[in-house]
């Protein structure tokens, strides 16, 4: 018996340091994404509902598919909706393997996806693409709520159950020209590097003023303002200024986030919050 309790004690020591890098890891967590961590138990911010009052412009755009009839949606290609009333009430997007294209009707609160049709890939998702597609057809209404300063879509049946929740594609403040005004707290607007990225595309192109640089982007839906760029490549002359551009190359790929600074100008961070390039916004012809 007393062996029992001196393994059960050792098992106990050897465990704890792993809780407490446990709870540090996810108070970590917490702080990035901006939530108290002391009142967090203590005090949620509740889901908010919100009046509407502009449906073309308040349902306009990406929303990401996060969760369906009440669970997570994990797929191989990241599930998004977008609505384009510009295009005569069309939708187009992706159910976690195919790209989807159909058409909606809405009436006040009521909405309602039509005529869908997809590319036909074959994937292995833990969320099935004809369970998201059978969701779909079965929408009739539709309410909106913000939280965090995110934006949610909820997809209720006829019943009024909510079947489906989106969630704002919330980097349109990234979408744009830009600027490079520094590269790891250097000031290098006098080098006249720009990008312009597109994260409805999600593509970001640039002009290092030597060579030409393009690449993509990723997002991740679990995450606000979560933004990566990859697949980065550009041009290949030699110029005077190429260390700079270098480091912004290096700077792009270590990205993880950003955040607004002020009316014109963004931050972009990488994983340990740390700014690694400050975008200022410009016009371009």
Same mark, same amino acid.
């Given at each position: 018996?007393?062996? /029992? ?24 967590? &917490? @702080?990035? !994404? ?17 009046? %509407? ?6 349902? /306009? ?15 191989? @290609? !990241?599930? /998004? ?5 510009? #295009? ?31 590319? +036909? ?26 939280? /965090?300063?995110?934006?949610? &879509?909820?997809? &209720? ?5 909510? %079947? ?36 409805? @595309? ?6 290092? #003023? ?6 993509? %982007? ?17 041009? +290949?002359?030699?110029?005077?200024? %190429?260390?700079? +551009? ?26 340990? #919050? ?12």
């Amino acid at each position: 018996m007393r062996k /029992y309790i001196v393994f059960a004690l050792l098992f106990a020591l050897l465990m704890a340091p792993a809780t407490m890098d446990a709870r540090k890891k996810k108070d970590k967590k &917490m @702080e990035k !994404r901006g939530v108290d961590i002391e009142n967090v138990n203590a005090v949620e911010q509740p889901m908010q509902e919100v009046a %509407i009052t502009n449906p073309a412009q308040q349902l /306009y755009g990406e929303w990401d598919i996060i969760s369906m009839r009440k669970k997570k949606v994990y797929s191989l @290609e !990241r599930a /998004y909706l977008y609505l384009d009333f510009k #295009g005569g009430n069309k939708v187009y997007g992706n159910n976690g393997c195919n790209t989807i294209n159909g058409t909606f009707q809405l009436s006040g609160n009521n909405l309602k996806f039509n005529d869908f049709i997809s590319t +036909e890939e074959s994937c292995r998702n833990v969320t099935s693409e004809k369970s998201i597609m059978h969701t779909l057809a079965d929408v009739r209404r539709y309410t909106l709520q913000t939280q /965090y300063n995110a934006q949610y &879509m909820n997809l &209720m049946n006829a019943k009024g159950t909510v %079947i489906m929740v989106l969630k704002r594609h919330n980097l349109d403040a990234m979408n744009g020209a830009w600027l490079i005004k520094e590269i790891n707290s250097e000031n290098v607007s006098e080098k006249g590097m720009r990008v312009v990225v597109d994260a409805v @595309e999600q593509t970001i192109h640039g002009d290092t #003023g030597c060579n030409i640089i393009n690449g993509i %982007i990723t997002l991740d839906p679990t995450k606000d303002m979560a933004i990566q760029f990859e697949d980065l490549h550009s041009t +290949e002359y030699d110029c005077e200024d %190429i260390d700079y +551009e270098t480091d912004l190359l290096l700077a792009l790929e270590t990205t993880e986030s950003c955040k607004r600074i002020n009316q014109n100008e963004m931050a972009l961070l990488d994983n340990k #919050g740390t700014i690694v390039l400050v975008l200022q916004h410009i016009n371009l012809r």
